[in-house]
């Protein structure tokens, strides 16, 4: 009995996560490298995958540095109340629950150039939706909670007496941050990194509502893919889903390295 | 250094934390600030150490208003209730710490690092990691830690809590011997008051947020100034009407006062013990519990409960004998006054005998 149940759990992963990437794989090959290496190189995917690259890398520094920051408020400041740390508190989890479709819908709305806001800036001659920034934003809105839901419990764990162990040792604000908090929650930091670039690397709704999909300008690498699937050129659309699969399995090993680092202190 | 504090006051939101606390403690003294969980004593000390800002009332080391200084600046050295070692930092680094932070030289820190090393008994622990040490042992890097630096205060809170029962007893006296040593001005909080009785030069004690009396633990201990003084400091039972005690019949002048009476202050034994037994009465025996080295005896003397004890070198009692009991004093109290009342009749025959 309980060989027939290890038995169909492996079945059902076998089928739900191994098939895929096997036939994404196989999919990718079936016109040997010359199909694979003509689905990448080809011009529109290699901008697509550097708009991919531009945003991945803007959206892990910003959301790492302000995710840091936002922890350090939520946790430690004691100028916050305690109801509005609350409120906070599930603000942050708003991006869990809202569809990333929505997410990008709601950009759209308040900095599209129908909007009062977007208007203003379109004048200026700043272009924030179907443009990058629109995309970087609804990315950061996506990934706004995975840095600060690792380093927050962290930061509760280890309390405030290390720090305030160290300012009576003379320490001030950055020196303690730099010597008693960073070495504590910097695991925690990478392993938010780490799921920041997965989740970013494989963004798709709330990037396609805000970038119009325009090839050339405002493609990303799965964008491209849909597109590619839409126009049946499967084996392009295999190679670039491959490159990103191959980049997530990367991240997740990234991230048991992380994890159990984060153990270690 | 000479610390005073004026009109100390601290409320978090609605509760008055710290109520007008004045005290003056002199260089190199020893003092215990003792009292029970949630009195202020920790919030005393956190003020003093500049962790907490206090509502009104001013804080003065030799003579100068610390206030605004950062607690950076105030050169004080602080034992956590829980050490918060730095985890990540072994032994060495913990203590070396304040030093790399006050940017002393290198050859200078290694040098304080091992003095203390060898102070704290840590040698061969140097290299370790806090999760590696024993309670005591971490005890020590967190003193070691706090004294790296040369600070003219020490202030510990807590400072045995988080350690079992036996080597609490050989930490105290490590550390008192410490302290002596070092001849540098200490402060610790404690709720326990063997702990302050047995290390402490001069013990303040603070319930509610008030000071209740500062002292030497004999002045305490003889001359409690106030009722919760006197039940906190040693054991004690309260007798609701003391004037039906023998000898105690005149504290009848004072309606609504009651008595204080400690084990110590009850002798017991058959009528051939005592020397005077006209102050004596006669009581039961109404329970009798093994207290290791001698017995912890329940009496009632009419309607009245005592405790006290009883050496095992004396005749063992049983529950229901009936025994001669000698009250020496109690430490009476009412609303607006306390006082020690000796045994009437004991001092009438004394007198009588000289």
């Known amino acids: 009995m309980r060989r027939l149940w290890i038995g169909l759990t492996f079945l059902v992963f076998a089928l739900l996560l191994g098939a895929p990437v096997v036939r994404i794989a196989m999919g990718a090959w079936d016109e040997g490298w010359r199909g694979f290496a003509n689905g990448l190189t080809r011009p529109e995917a290699v901008h697509a995958l550097a708009m991919t690259g531009l945003i991945v890398a803007a959206v892990t520094v910003i959301n790492t540095f302000f995710g840091v920051i936002f922890s350090m408020y939520l946790v430690r400041a004691a100028w916050l109340g305690p109801r509005l740390k609350k409120l906070l508190n599930s603000i942050v989890d708003l991006p869990f629950a809202v569809s990333p479709v929505i997410g990008g819908l709601m950009i759209v709305l308040l900095l599209g150039p129908d909007s009062a806001l977007g208007g203003l800036l379109g004048a200026a001659g700043i272009k924030i939706v179907y443009a990058l920034p629109g995309m970087i934003l609804a990315t950061l809105f996506v990934t706004f909670p995975l840095v600060i839901r690792e380093v927050m419990p962290v930061l509760q764990e280890i309390g405030t007496q290390q720090e305030e162990a160290a300012s009576m040792l003379g320490a001030y604000g950055w020196t303690t941050f730099r010597r008693v908090t960073w070495p504590q929650i910097r695991w925690s930091v990478v392993y938010g990194v780490v799921l920041t670039v997965a989740r970013s690397l494989g963004e798709f709704g709330a990037v396609l509502v805000v970038s119009g999909n325009i090839l050339f300008k405002t493609q990303t690498a799965t964008t491209l893919v849909y597109q590619d699937v839409e126009n049946f050129s499967l084996t392009s659309a295999n190679a670039v889903a491959l490159v990103l699969a191959a980049g997530s399995v990367a991240l997740l090993l990234l991230m048991e390295w992380a994890k159990s680092r984060q153990k270690h202190v | ?354």
């Not at chain 2, 809170?157 to 988080?162: G, I, K, L, Q």
């Not at chain 2, 002596?180 to 008051?193: N, Y």
């Not at chain 2, 003391?242 to 006062?257: I, Y």
């Open chain 2, 1 to 354: 250094m000479h610390v005073e504090v004026r009109g100390l006051n601290k409320k978090f939101g609605e509760f008055h934390a710290v109520k007008n606390v004045d005290f003056s403690i002199a260089k190199g003294q020893l003092i215990g600030l003792l009292g029970p969980s949630g009195g202020g004593k920790t919030s005393i000390l956190r003020m003093l150490a500049g962790l907490e800002t206090p509502d009104s009332g001013d804080i003065l080391f030799h003579g100068k208003r610390v206030n605004d200084l950062p607690p950076q600046e105030r050169g004080i050295g602080f034992v956590f209730q829980n050490y918060a070692l730095f985890k990540h930092m072994t032994v060495e680094g913990n203590i070396a710490f304040g030093l790399e932070v006050k940017k002393w030289p290198k050859s200078r820190i290694k040098e304080r690092v091992a003095e203390l090393v060898e102070l704290t008994g840590l040698s061969g622990f140097e290299k370790r990691y806090p999760h590696q040490l024993s309670g005591g042992q971490r005890q020590r890097v967190a003193f070691a830690r706090a004294l790296a630096p040369e600070p003219q205060l020490l202030l510990l809170d807590e400072p045995f809590a988080a350690i079992d029962a036996k080597i609490r007893q050989e930490l105290r006296s490590w550390l008192r011997e410490m302290i002596d040593r070092l001849g540098i001005t200490s402060i610790f909080v404690t709720h326990d008051q063997d702990e302050a009785i047995e290390v402490a030069d001069e013990i303040m004690i603070i319930s509610k947020g008030n000071l209740e009396q500062k002292g030497t633990p004999w002045e305490i201990y003889k001359n409690p100034q106030t009722p919760f003084v006197a039940s906190f400091i040693g054991e004690s039972t309260i007798v609701e009407d003391v004037s039906s005690l023998r000898g105690f019949e005149d504290a009848r002048a004072w309606p609504g006062t009651k008595g204080l009476i400690r084990p110590e202050y009850v002798e017991i034994g058959k009528p051939e013990e005592f020397q005077i037994l006209s102050a004596t009465e006669t009581g039961r025996v109404k329970h009798l519990q093994f207290r290791g080295s001698e017995w912890l005896v329940e009496l009632e003397v009419g309607s009245t409960r005592l405790v006290t004890y009883r050496s095992l070198e004396k005749e063992v009692l049983h529950p229901g004998d009936e025994i001669q009991v000698l009250v020496h004093r109690a430490y009476l109290f009412n609303d607006n006054d306390s006082w020690i009342m000796e045994n009437k009749l004991k001092e009438d025959r004394m007198y009588v005998e000289i």
